[in-house]
């Protein structure tokens, strides 16, 4: 046997010595820790606020750009620019209808305009009659040629008056119709190009709502992307909080482990002023060799315990950082597209400028009014000179039939006479037919003029009512932008202060150096006791593990500590469930008079494994 | 507001175990241990208290038998949140009136289910 292996009282004691010096420096280190993971505790606390803040301000844009209790304003304003378009249709639709009764008002005046050339010939034909009932007079004795020529001359007066008469009707007739002619024109052409610019408009607003609409989008995918970042923040703090607790565990631990040195060192005291029997040589070496690793194998998990821990808070804050930094990189994307003025600005004015359009409709509505009216009187006249004209016609008729009485032997005359019957007869009937068409277009005026003022009275109420909604959707849209760009820019120095406190934290962790010291030096200190007294004098390993080894597990409490210790034995652990750290028990027992603080209700969520209800 | 208390002689998990409900929305109250615990009662109403075994003084079972021999609390959820595991200690914890039990590590979002459940 090496002679660094024998037992003498002076080994013992230096054996002892480290072990409680060791032991010291193991109480220290635990307690250092305490401090540095405090300020590591305060730091994600800071962290887990910040990030909680972040949340809800993202939280708030995304309420404020769908909205409520109104609902989104954007749904509002693209609502409006469909009724709009709708309104816009109508109006449409009502002015053809116009433009279309005008056109069959221009088509019925032309035919008149056409009778008058045909009823003017006829009046010719008449004077020429009489010229020829003059001729055929002279024939005649003094008396009754002068009789004739006075009748002759009644007829013509008569005719005169009417020819006078109804061109002078007919000349209006022409103007109107020249009037109606150019309105109808010039409804044609604007009907035409207020539908081409009214789609154009309408296409317009419908584009910048559009791009309003996109730009609301974006910023609002940002800001779920930025959500999403929080969300993943939180978890990465949960994960901190599970490696934080380890500082508590691993002071348990290097607890235990501290009454383990203290029971192989009051195990070697009774070497340590004399020297040991054969036997107490044997048990002391087989007890060091045993205790020596036990005590190796639990230092060994509560040092990786440590390392495991920072590892884990290093990445959990790594992973925050990262969240942190894409955050940081979105948020003036966000801000950027929210900003946008031009954006905004076309968007508002889309919802006002279709209403200029039309405005200027209903004041060519005004004019078709004013136009019918002098329709209207027209007419009126018109139909009363051609009754008049009809019973004149009648008159001379009545003229003619007395002469033909008085004439029965001038064949010639007759003749004449006949001949002037049937061209009154045909001048009445043209006036006749006139008359009719000439009323009915007067008959119909009233009931157009009626429905040009409703046309217009319902055109001006709707675009008022459409008005008042633009108003209140613009205001919507303000405000909607003014919320959204508090939001956004109190995000920034959020993210500013969450990326700090993850850089001071990260800084923070220095436990592993630490560790990384004090775990070289104890495991040293301990393997070599090991390497020396794994063995027996002969050098060979013990078959059994030492009885008094056993004793270290009541100093135990977690079954991670009887799992190491069974294993560094060699043996097969008792508690079969290394995994218990963690493990939640609510204790299941009858209702709450036997069970104090008993849970009341069975519909939750299952529990974790480390979870027993009593 | 619900109102916790957390009893554990170890600063650091206290500061875990408030960090953790604290971002739930309850409001905390830390004692060091059993003695504290007992002196921070001052008749206001808690809703629940979380304690740790093994602390100096008072340990969390002796602390159990106590908070259920007061009117006030008799019927107050207790949980007990520990590194022990063993079935022993466990049935001790349930005999003084223990409402749950917790090895630790906690997992967050476990915790906070318990507490949802066993609070009223």
């Given at each position: ?5 024998k037992l ?7 054996i002892?010595e480290?072990l ?11 307690a250092?820790?305490?401090?540095e ?7 994600l ?20 750009t ?16 469909d009724?709009a378009?709708e309104?816009a249709?109508i ?20 035919s008149?305009?056409r009778?008058?050339?045909a ?7 008449i ?10 007079a002279?024939?005649l ?5 002068n ?7 009644a007829g013509t007066?008569i ?7 109804v ?17 109808s024109?010039r ?5 035409a190009?207020r ?6 408009r309408l296409?317009s ?11 609301l ?6 800001v779920?992307?930025?959500?999403r970042g929080?969300?993943n923040?939180?978890g ?8 934080l ?21 009051s195990?070697?005291?009774?070497g340590t002023?004399r020297?040991?029997t054969?036997?107490?040589d044997?048990?002391?070496?087989h007890?060091?060799?045993?205790a020596g ?11 990786e ?11 959990s804050l790594a992973q925050v ?30 919802l ?18 004013a136009l ?10 018109c139909?009363?000179?051609?009754t ?15 002469l033909?009485?008085?004439?029965q032997d001038r064949?010639?005359?007759?003749m004449?006479i ?33 429905q040009l ?5 319902r055109?001006r109420?709707?675009?008022a ?5 633009v ?6 849209l303000e ?7 508090a ?7 959020l ?31 301990f393997?070599?006791?090991?390497s020396?007294y794994?063995t ?12 008094k080894?056993?004793?270290l597990?009541r ?10 210790h069974d ?5 097969e ?24 603080g008993a849970v ?10 480390n979870v027993?209800l009593? | ?5 957390t ?8 500061q875990?175990?408030a960090m ?5 929305g ?7 241990d ?7 009662l ?6 629940l208290?979380?304690?740790d075994i ?5 340990d ?5 038998r ?6 006030d609390?008799k019927f107050v959820?207790?949980v007990?949140?520990t590194?022990?595991?063993q079935?022993e200690k ?7 009136g223990?409402?749950g039990?917790?090895v ?5 979002n ?11």
């Open positions: 046997m090496p002679v660094a292996n003498t009282p002076e080994r013992i004691r230096e002892c480290r409680l010096a060791e032991q010291d420096a193991l109480k220290t280190f635990s250092s820790l305490e401090q993971f405090l300020d590591l505790g305060s730091l606390r800071k962290i887990a606020s910040l990030s909680r803040e972040l949340q809800q301000q993202s939280d708030d844009v995304r309420s404020v769908v909205g409520a209790p109104l609902g989104c304003p954007m749904d509002f304003a693209f609502k409006l620019l009724e378009k309104v249709r109006n449409h639709n009502q002015y053809t209808q116009v433009v279309s009764t005008f056109e069959g008002f221009r088509a019925e005046l032309a008149i305009a009778d008058r050339d009823l003017l010939a006829a009046f010719a034909r004077h020429l009659g009489n010229e020829r009932f003059r001729l055929e002279a024939y004795d003094a008396a009754p040629r009789q004739l020529y006075a009748l002759a001359d007066e005719l005169k008056t009417l020819q006078t008469k061109a002078l009707r007919f000349e209006e007739l022409g103007a109107l119709l020249w009037k109606v002619g150019a309105l024109a409804f044609n052409e604007n009907l190009a539908a081409k610019s009214t789609e154009e296409r607003d419908q584009a910048d709502l559009t791009a309003l609409n996109d730009a989008l974006r910023s609002q995918s940002f779920s992307i930025n959500l929080r969300l923040i939180a990465s703090v949960r994960k901190a909080i599970v490696a607790q380890c500082q508590d565990i691993t002071r348990q631990k290097i607890e235990h482990i501290s009454s383990g040195v203290q029971e192989i060192v195990h070697l005291d009774v002023s020297k040991l054969k036997e107490e044997a048990d002391c070496k007890y060091l060799g045993d690793k036990v005590q190796l194998a639990q230092l060994r998990a509560t040092f315990q440590l390392f495991d821990a920072a590892r884990q808070v290093k990445e950082s990262a969240e942190t930094q894409a955050g940081e990189h979105l948020s003036p994307q966000s801000s950027k597209h929210l900003l946008e003025n031009q954006v905004f600005a076309r968007g508002l004015e889309s006002t400028l279709v209403f200029g359009l039309m405005e200027s409709a209903i004041s060519d509505w005004q004019e078709v009014t019918t009216k002098a329709l209207q009187l027209t007419f009126t006249d139909t009363s000179d051609l008049a004209l009809a019973y004149q016609l009648g008159a001379i008729q009545g003229i003619s039939q007395t033909t009485n008085s004439i064949p010639g005359l007759r004449v006949k001949e002037q019957r049937t061209l009154l007869d045909d001048a009445t009937n043209r006036i006749l037919a006139i008359a009719p068409c000439a009323l009915a277009l007067v008959s119909g005026i009233p009931n157009l003029e009626e003022q409703e046309t217009i009275r055109s109420s709707e675009w009512e459409l008005n008042l909604k108003n209140a959707s613009k205001v919507q405000r909607m932008r003014e919320q959204l760009k939001r956004v820019v109190s995000i920034r120095p993210e500013q202060n969450l990326a700090n406190a993850v850089e001071v934290a990260e800084n923070r962790i220095r436990f592993p150096q630490a560790v990384a010291e004090i775990s070289s030096r104890s495991l040293a200190l393997e070599k006791i090991v020396d794994q027996d004098s002969e050098g060979v390993p013990q078959p059994q593990p030492h009885g080894v056993r004793e597990k100093h135990y409490t977690m079954a991670g500590e009887h799992v190491v294993e560094s034995m060699g043996s652990s008792a508690i079969q469930d290394k995994a218990t750290e963690g493990s939640i028990t609510l204790f299941e027992d009858e209702p709450e008079a036997a069970a104090p009341a209700t069975a519909e939750e969520e299952p529990l974790a494994d027993e009593f | 507001m619900k109102r916790i208390m009893i554990d002689d170890s600063p650091s998990m206290r875990m175990v953790t409900l604290e971002s739930a309850y409001e905390v109250v830390e004692a060091c059993g003695n504290d615990a007992i002196a921070k001052d008749g206001q109403e808690f809703h208290f979380l304690s093994n602390m100096p003084g008072i969390g079972i002796e602390l159990t106590k908070l259920r021999s007061l009117e609390y959820p207790i007990l949140l590194t022990e595991s079935p466990k049935t001790q914890g349930k005999a003084a223990a409402t039990w917790i630790k590590p906690f997992q967050p476990d915790l906070l289910n318990v507490v949802k459940r066993v609070i009223r």
